[in-house]
């Protein structure tokens, strides 16, 4: 599974995306007719995406990171107790798909998205993002100049 791309998508009339073939094709065979958005941990007006399976995949990985080896059994007894994996499974949604790749854009991701313009939706290879398209924009170039500078520190001792 690689989602890649950069796709500009428009709501229709209904507040219906499409999710295009090049993004239905990278979920799981078994796990197509679904899949999970959740806004971004930490970037405000961001939307991530991801089949089932890897997001219930990144919740275990997460909870065994963050909390150790007793920390779910201390979430799972003690209600006060911080779990990431909760917080991020509390505002995410199971969209369903129509057999096209149409699906209804939940009011609350669409307008954390300000997707009147239509919203661009970006692979980031285990997951997938959708974001404004100004502030696609906008970070794109920051992240061309961030990839830039990477490229030129890797230097392997070539002069």
């Known amino acids: 599974m690689a989602f890649r791309s950069e796709i500009l998508i428009k709501l229709d009339k209904k507040g219906r995306v499409l999710l295009p073939a090049a993004f239905r094709d990278e979920l799981p ?4 007719g679904a899949f999970v958005l959740y806004h971004s941990p930490n970037i405000p007006g961001v939307v991530n995406g991801n089949s089932r399976i890897g997001f219930d995949a990144m919740l275990e990985r997460l909870r065994a990171e963050a909390l150790g080896p007793k920390g779910s059994l201390k979430v799972a007894l003690d209600d006060e107790a911080f779990d990431p994996a909760g917080y991020l499974s509390a505002g995410a949604r199971t ?3 129509e057999p096209d790749g149409r699906f ?3 009011a609350d991701f669409a307008q954390a ?3 009147a313009e239509g ?3 970006v692979g980031k290879v285990d997951k997938f993002q959708l ?3 100004a502030r696609w924009q906008a970070r794109r170039n920051s992240e061309r ?3 830039a500078a990477f490229v030129r520190n890797l230097g392997g001792g070539d002069a």
Do not use: T
């Open 95 to 97: 969209i369903a798909m």
């Open 113 to 115: 998205l300000d997707a």
């Open 29 to 32: 065979a078994d796990d197509r």
């Open 131 to 133: 974001w404004n398209p």
């Open 145 to 147: 100049e961030k990839m």
């Open 104 to 106: 209804s854009m939940p």
């Open 119 to 121: 919203v661009m939706l």
